[in-house]
């Protein structure tokens, strides 16, 4: 997308567990707003309060509470509030969004699981995303042990709060959540783009920076 001339920005980061998308969405938020930028961060499932509340339905209790499909349309229930009441006026207003998660995490999370739930997905892509379309998607590559481990030690709390419903699933479908990112971004290249996650932070933040920059060199320049 053309966006010169355009002050605000839509970005997404993606990643299976663990691949480090807070530690980024921290230290571009620093830097975005060093540069004169307005910057919301959000994340997803969530970012409203009655998002939130779906995220209590989803990112709790067993891997199987859900059966796929009911899950799919917890997740975008979530997904319209989150557009309707925080990202489109955020966007409206000119300021630049940083989102945890979109709608890639259900393509890559719930689309792998088959035809039919790859349809459903396709059809509330459409009519809810819509044209919204985030401007920038950074996807954080990371092997699926790595990223696992890292994830289970911050998750390592017990009880009903723990909100580890999502890497209790098997190795097999992190794998495959991996391969389906990477297959995101082969299909869309001009607004995916993978950065290697066992980089430093510090190189992670850099190599950001520069993909956003040459993306949006004119909404990055100092106020
Ligand atoms: P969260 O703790 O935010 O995970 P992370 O820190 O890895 O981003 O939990 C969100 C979980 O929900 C995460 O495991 C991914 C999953 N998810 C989906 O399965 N589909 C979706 O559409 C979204 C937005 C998230």
């Known amino acids: 997308m053309d966006n010169a001339g ?4 839509f970005i997404t980061l993606e ?4 691949s ?5 969405i921290k230290r571009l938020v620093a830097r975005l707003t060093a540069l004169g930028n307005t910057v919301v961060t959000t994340r997803e499932p969530g970012g409203t309060s009655g998002a939130e509340e779906i995220r209590n339905l989803l990112v709790k209790g067993s891997a199987e509470r859900w059966d796929v499909t009911s899950e799919i349309c917890l997740f975008y229930a979530a997904r319209e509030d ?3 009441r925080l990202i489109r006026p955020a966007l409206e207003d000119g300021k630049i969004v940083i989102c945890d998660r979109f709608f890639d995490s259900t393509r890559a999370y719930q ?3 088959g035809i039919r739930e790859s349809n459903i997905i396709k059809a509330l892509e459409e009519n809810i995303v819509g044209p919204t379309m985030p401007d920038i998607t950074l996807i954080l590559d990371i092997d699926v042990e790595t990223g696992l481990t890292r994830a289970n030690s911050r998750n390592n709390i017990d009880g009903d709060d723990k909100e580890g419903r999502f890497e209790a699933k098997k190795i097999e479908f992190h794998q495959k959540l991996r391969d389906a990112y990477l297959e995101i971004a082969r299909n869309e290249p001009e607004r995916c783009k ?3 996650a066992t980089k ?4 992670i933040e850099e190599i950001a920076m ?3 920059a040459q993306k949006f060199s004119i909404s990055l320049k100092e106020a």
Do not use: A
């Open 15 to 18: 990643g299976g567990e663990g």
């Open 194 to 196: 993978v950065i290697d």
């Open 111 to 113: 689309g792998q699981l």
């Open 200 to 203: 430093t932070p510090d190189e």
């Open 210 to 212: 520069d993909l956003i």
């Open 6 to 9: 355009k002050k605000s920005l």
């Open 20 to 24: 480090g998308k807070s530690t980024l």
């Open 82 to 84: 989150h557009l309707y």
